[in-house]
């Protein structure tokens, strides 16, 4: 059977580029924790820098433990099979599958916290929501990933393989030749790429609907043309942010799902250490690690963080908060048959309108904001603030 040599061209080309992924990732979510720290420290705080927090945290750990294990597991082959060779690799193997499973459902919770905030604001305040909360919906994106490959101690062991006449041992993934294998590689599947893919999909064209009839409702005559202009710009670039998150998770991780699920235990023998198919296909997608920083932060709606901090030096200068809840007019027209409002009860619509435009004179097509507008509970005015 035929294995890696440390002294080849592949060795040397796998470790170039895998080593300037990890760098890349490393620089890139790295980047993106001390930009957060800095506008957190700045005053200005939101939840969802709570989930670009623990998605970088979770790429780190792809670039950092994940990709140099890869390497490790790959060509490192030992010539014994003691007890810490085995719990060595069951370790790599488990850190293998979890690490990019946290990223996925990471991306997932955050597609439900977007949906939430975006689509039905005034549901996500709803006390039976306090389960999707964010801190709940991490909670769960961290635990989830982690169960559901506990198995992998099981399955991933020492095998031997002979080379010249000398016994060494390769750590082998799940088994694709066994029925058990199979059946958690299924389960995998399921789990790990069709729910959180269709999760994301179906919740993100709701918020691309929303978003959409919400540019709509705003559409009218105001004191302001430029209100309607960045409505409009607002929501293209949330569309087309939304759209370059679903295509690259499934550009990078559809081939390796597909190949390890439907064509490897017919192309090619199992274990093959030498297996140059899986193993591209696995770094290509744990580049979906390098991508999410400047997906999510860089092309994101509200994470700039000029606008931020600008945003928080308007509102530390003016009476109200720099952005503004906008929600489409069904939201309002329900709200206001369970919702009482104390002095603002019965003022008209048009002139909640025009309040909004003239105590926001500085917002611009420009600000790299979101507008979702609900009633405020405990104000007489309209709450102000970033989703």
């Not at 709940?136 to 982690?146: E, K, P, Q």
């Not at 949330?238 to 998770?249: M, N, P």
């Not at 390796?256 to 274990?271: N, Q, S």
Request: charged share 15%.
């Amino acid at each position: 059977m035929a294995v890696w040599n440390v002294d080849s061209v592949g060795f040397l080309v796998v470790v170039v580029i895998l080593g300037f992924v990890s760098i890349i990732g490393v620089m890139g979510n790295g980047l993106v924790l001390a930009i957060i720290a800095i506008v957190r420290r700045s005053g200005f705080k939101s939840t969802v820098q709570l989930f670009i927090v623990h998605l970088a945290i979770s790429d780190l750990f792809v670039c950092i433990l994940c990709i140099p294990m890869t390497i490790f597991s790959n060509f490192h082959y030992p010539i014994n099979d003691g007890i810490g060779g085995i719990v060595l690799c069951k370790i790599v193997r488990f850190v293998q599958f979890v690490a990019p499973t946290i990223s996925i459902s990471i991306l997932t919770v955050i597609s439900i916290d977007r949906w939430l905030s975006i689509a039905r604001p005034i549901l996500s305040k709803a006390p039976r929501m306090c389960m999707f909360r964010p801190f709940w919906l991490i909670t769960f994106a961290w635990l989830f990933s982690t169960l559901q490959f506990l198995p992998t101690f099981y399955f991933s062991t020492l095998v031997p393989i002979n080379i010249s006449n000398t016994t060494v041992f390769y750590c082998t993934p799940i088994p694709n030749k066994s029925l058990p294998g199979k059946l958690f590689l299924m389960i995998i599947f399921l789990a790990s790429f069709v729910f959180p893919v269709s999760a994301m999909g179906v919740l993100y064209t709701c918020v691309a609907r929303a978003v959409w009839n919400r540019g709509d409702d705003l559409s009218m005559k105001t004191q302001h043309d430029n209100t309607s202009k960045y409505m409009q710009d607002s929501k293209k670039k949330v569309t087309r942010t939304l759209l370059i998150v679903v295509a690259v998770f499934l550009i990078c991780w559809t081939p390796f799902v597909v190949y390890t699920g439907f064509l490897e235990d017919r192309l090619k023998g199992f274990p093959n250490p030498m297996d140059a198919v899986r193993l591209g296909l696995y770094g290509l997608g744990l580049f979906n690690s390098v991508c999410n920083p400047f997906i999510y932060y860089f092309n994101g709606v509200n994470l700039n963080p000029r606008v931020l901090i600008e945003n928080e030096r308007k509102r530390r200068s003016s009476s109200v908060s720099p952005t503004l809840y906008i929600s489409r007019m069904n939201s309002i027209k329900s709200a206001r048959r369970s919702t009482s409002y104390s002095s603002a009860k019965d003022e008209p619509l048009g002139s909640k309108r025009n309040a909004f435009n003239s105590t926001c004179p500085s917002m611009s097509p420009d600000d790299d904001v979101v507008f979702i507008f609900t009633p405020d509970d405990e104000r007489t005015t309209y709450k102000v603030t970033h989703v």
